[in-house]
Nanobody, 129 residues
Framework: QVQRVEAGGGMVQPGGSLRLSCVASGFPLHYYGVGWFRQAPVKEREGGSCISSSDSNTYYADSVKGRFTISRDNAKNTVSPQMTSLHPEDTPIYHC??????????????????????WGQGTPVPVSS
């Protein structure tokens, strides 16, 4: 049974940090490109960060560049963005997505194409004082 979950969401104060995790079971995540996307109510989904499968290169949207760092832990079968200097605009629901085809997640993040093999159910990150 294939399952993907997000973990680590929770309330954080402005300026604070939080680490999310995309945990996969049933398939080896290191074969997949993995991205983190976010969506606030009444707003369009946007890409945040992603990591490729082939060479583990990382990519970031301008809105999070310099503040978020995405990495893999192959032993735990997870991909995690470390988020720092959070502000209220970072509040949306965060989803992880994975795709086996090289380049799909990166393309999706920058071009707004979201057809991918797997999507997590989402985790909220409320940033509020």
């Amino acid at each position: 049974q294939v399952q993907r979950v997000e973990a680590g969401g929770g309330m954080v104060q402005p300026g604070g940090s939080l680490r999310l995790s995309c945990v996969a079971s049933g398939f080896p995540l290191h074969y997949y490109g993995v991205g983190w996307f976010r969506q606030a109510p009444v707003k369009e989904r946007e890409g945040g960060s992603c990591i490729s499968s082939s060479d583990s290169n990382t990519y970031y949207a301008d809105s999070v560049k310099g503040r978020f760092t995405i990495s893999r832990d192959n032993a735990k079968n997870t991909v995690s963005p470390q988020m720092t200097s959070l502000h209220p605009e970072d509040t949306p629901i965060y989803h992880c997505a994975a795709d086996l085809t090289a380049g799909t997640v990166v393309h999706g993040m920058y071009q707004g194409h979201y057809a991918m093999d797997y999507w997590g159910q989402g985790t909220p990150v409320p940033v509020s004082s």
